[in-house]
């Protein structure tokens, strides 16, 4: 692979894996805003983050296998846009079982993007140092997403819904 594309392979594989991360955390700050729509009661609140974290978890490996089976490049694929559908379902949530539903999907394509997004990035780095500057690179772009979708979901529910916390990704 061309050199200049290797880098901007990185920059795709790092956003995506950004918005793995983002999703996390964006909607924390619009739960309540997103319960009073929806009209869930206090306990059902907390599925909005669980369907997502365990659909998510709980998918990892089988998500890395897959890759290894179906090809790394078309797992990413199938898991970026399968995410990107997802949250749009998620924003476009009647009630909170569709909400649920979609956050779960989205955990499920998360879970296939973020291991061939990793073998990716090894495959498309092969020597040592640049290996090391891409990691460095995607590690900080990862790290930072956590804080970023609080930021960014605080924003979002302010100014605009708490449904595009959701449309974002």
């Not at 559908?85 to 989205?106: D, E, K, T």
């Not at 495959?123 to 690179?137: I, L, M, Q, S």
């Amino acid at each position: 692979m061309a050199d200049n594309r290797r880098w901007w392979a990185l920059v795709v594989i790092a956003l995506a894996q950004l918005m793995v991360v983002l999703d996390m955390t964006i909607v924390n700050i619009a739960l309540p805003s997103a319960q009073s729509d929806l009209h869930m009661s206090d306990g059902n609140r907390q599925w909005v983050i669980t369907a997502y974290t365990l659909a998510f978890g709980g998918l990892l490996l089988l998500g890395g296998r897959i890759a290894d089976l179906a090809g790394r490049r078309l797992t990413f694929m199938i898991g970026l846009l399968g995410f990107a559908a997802a949250s749009a379902l998620g924003g476009a949530a009647a009630n909170s079982g569709m909400l649920f539903g979609a956050r779960a999907l989205q955990g499920v394509f998360a879970a296939l993007l973020a291991p061939a997004a990793l073998s990716l990035l090894t495959t498309t780095f092969t020597d040592p140092g640049e290996r090391g500057k891409a990691f460095g690179v995607f590690g900080a772009i990862v790290g930072a997403g956590a804080a970023f979708g609080l930021l960014a979901g605080g924003f979002l529910t302010q100014y605009l819904d708490w449904r595009w916390c959701l449309y974002v990704n």
